[in-house]
């Protein structure tokens, strides 16, 4: 077998876990893809996570899949894609086509119901553990002080939360004003340091 293979192989049976045991969609996913990929494989390191995290969000399509497009690239090229892809991908569609051929005739059952409404506390908690973490790592400051600018993503993140949530604001008018007050502090930031 060659090495392309092998990391084809690899990358396509990480995802095929990950995607087969994982409920509640993409988010859901992060904490698992976080532990295959940084923690015990080590391909990437915790900063490159979350900044993937950040890229897969704000491109279009499912955060999975972009996820497993970063990585796959990251770690063996367009052979790496298509197997992390194919193995993320997998799973949701041949399970997708299985309820679709039953779902119909068994949505009404008492015990299809009660699952449904069993998995949805799960499901938020899934998604509710990543963010934390996220949030914890993204106020990590390596040796210095923290300050206003080190709690500036809580502060950006909390504001965009507030604003979708609250002000109904369409997240694509976010993320534009997230990526702009962003750079003008990194603007003003370096403009400072350079004086």
Same mark, same amino acid.
């Not at 060659?2 to 990480?14: A, D, I, R, S």
């Not at 997708?96 to 938020?124: D, N, T």
């Not at 002080?145 to 609250?166: C, E």
């Given at each position: 077998?060659?090495?392309?293979?092998?990391?084809?192989?690899?990358?396509?049976?990480?995802?095929?876990?990950?995607?087969?045991?994982?409920?509640?969609?993409?988010?859901?996913?992060?904490?698992?893809?976080?532990?295959?990929?940084?923690?015990?494989?080590?391909?990437?390191? +915790? +900063?490159?996570?979350?900044?993937?995290?950040?890229?897969?969000?704000?491109?279009?399509?499912?955060?999975?899949?972009?996820?497993?497009?970063?990585?796959?690239?990251?770690?063996?090229?367009?052979?790496?894609?298509?197997?992390?892809?194919?193995?993320?991908?997998?799973?949701?569609?041949?399970?997708?086509?299985?309820?679709?051929?039953?779902?119909? +005739?068994?949505?009404?059952?008492?015990?299809?119901?009660?699952?449904?409404?069993?998995?949805?506390?799960?499901?938020?908690?899934?998604?509710?553990?990543?963010?934390?973490?996220?949030?914890?790592?993204?106020?990590?400051?390596?040796?210095?002080?923290?300050?206003?600018?080190?709690?500036?993503?809580?502060?950006?993140?909390?504001?965009?939360?507030?604003?979708?949530?609250?002000?109904?604001?369409?997240?694509?008018?976010?993320?534009?004003?997230?990526?702009?007050?962003?750079?003008?502090?990194?603007?003003?930031?370096?403009?400072?340091?350079?004086?």
């Amino acid at each position: 077998m060659t090495n392309k293979f092998v990391l084809f192989y690899k990358l396509f049976w990480t995802y095929l876990k990950i995607g087969t045991f994982t409920l509640g969609g993409g988010y859901a996913m992060l904490p698992l893809i976080q532990r295959e990929v940084v923690d015990r494989k080590g391909w990437i390191d +915790e +900063e490159e996570f979350l900044n993937m995290i950040a890229l897969a969000q704000a491109a279009p399509g499912l955060i999975a899949v972009n996820s497993a497009i970063f990585i796959g690239w990251r770690i063996g090229g367009w052979k790496g894609v298509c197997g992390a892809v194919s193995g993320a991908v997998l799973p949701s569609f041949l399970i997708i086509l299985a309820i679709a051929m039953v779902f119909s +005739e068994w949505k009404e059952l008492p015990a299809v119901e009660a699952v449904f409404k069993g998995v949805r506390p799960a499901v938020v908690a899934l998604i509710a553990a990543p963010l934390f973490k996220m949030a914890k790592s993204a106020l990590k400051v390596k040796g210095k002080k923290l300050t206003l600018s080190g709690y500036m993503p809580l502060l950006l993140s909390l504001a965009a939360a507030l604003l979708i949530w609250l002000g109904h604001v369409n997240p694509v008018w976010v993320i534009l004003a997230t990526i702009i007050i962003t750079l003008c502090c990194i603007f003003i930031s370096s403009y400072h340091s350079s004086r």
